[in-house]
């Protein structure tokens, strides 16, 4: 099956019948895994993983976090999926919201998607020779790696910049090391922080509009019953049994107990009701 038609898998595609089990089952024998429940791949790492497992070279491995906590770093690795589907023309829709939030059934949904298009490929044999553990590690090492060359290259430098300083220049080299690592470690802090922001301020803004509505709707209802209110207060009106029946309705203080059969006994067991409307 091309990899342009993978999107194609039907509701009714035998595909969404694959139990959750088993799909575990596949999971951790395919990948040298131990996972116990399905939302545990929720931060996308797996299938990362599994269309490495199937497009050798073709996923940046080192890109990968396979220790995403958050749901900043779990979308990352959904844009490497996604970037990773753009290449291969699979026109596959990942709700990346509802997937990093854990659910377990949309979870299950993209595994079982996953697993029919692993299965699709090259008639579903795999490679033998690909190492899961080991390219886990190898991606985990390639993305550290950048990280100690510098911290040794400015290690380096402060030693040749300290050779004739005492023990506290030493010292004092060291925290000018740690600062930069600091920085940057802000930084990415500081980008987390600004996307949980700004996903609190849209849930506050839907809130607002929820309100708004809400109280629009009040005044609408409101001022329809005031208007009954006042044609009830008319004085040739106020004496009729239907009147009554619908103060009785506007006027019942408990709100759980309906007034209406109350009201219908008032306008039922009132004999010169219908004379009085024919009058």
Not at 144 to 154: A, C, L, R, Y
Not at 192 to 206: F, G, P, T, V
């Amino acid at each position: 099956m091309a990899a342009g038609a993978a999107a194609s898998f039907g509701l009714m595609d035998k595909a969404y019948f694959v139990g959750r089990g088993e799909i575990l089952s596949w999971v951790n024998a395919t990948l040298q895994l131990s996972l116990n429940k399905v939302e545990e791949a929720a931060s996308g790492a797996v299938q990362c993983q599994l269309l490495d497992m199937v497009h050798p070279g073709l996923v940046p491995m080192h890109k990968v976090n396979f220790d995403a906590k958050t749901e900043y770093d779990m979308i990352q690795n959904y844009k490497i999926i996604q970037d990773v589907f753009n290449k291969l023309r699979i026109g596959k829709n990942i709700e990346v919201n509802k997937l990093v939030k854990g659910r377990p059934l949309d979870n299950l949904e993209f595994l079982q998607w996953l697993k029919r298009y692993c299965d699709s490929v090259n008639g579903g044999i795999m490679n033998e020779n690909y190492n899961p553990v080991e390219r886990r590690s190898k991606g985990c090492k390639e993305r550290s790696h950048k990280g100690p060359n510098k911290s040794s290259k400015s290690l380096q430098a402060n030693r040749l910049s300290s050779a004739n300083s005492a023990d506290g220049g030493a010292l004092n080299s060291n925290t000018d090391l740690a600062s930069p690592i600091g920085k940057v470690c802000n930084a990415v802090d500081e980008e987390h922080y600004m996307e949980q922001i700004q996903q609190l301020s849209e849930k506050i803004a839907d809130l607002k509009v929820s309100v708004d509505n809400t109280e629009k709707e009040r005044d609408f209802y409101f001022s329809k019953l005031r208007d009954i209110e006042i044609l009830c207060q008319r004085p040739e009106l106020e004496h009729l049994p239907m009147t009554k029946g619908i103060r009785k309705i506007l006027y019942a203080a408990d709100a759980k107990d309906s007034s209406l059969p109350e009201a219908n006994e008032i306008i039922t067991r009132s004999p010169g009701m219908f004379s009085d409307e024919a009058e």
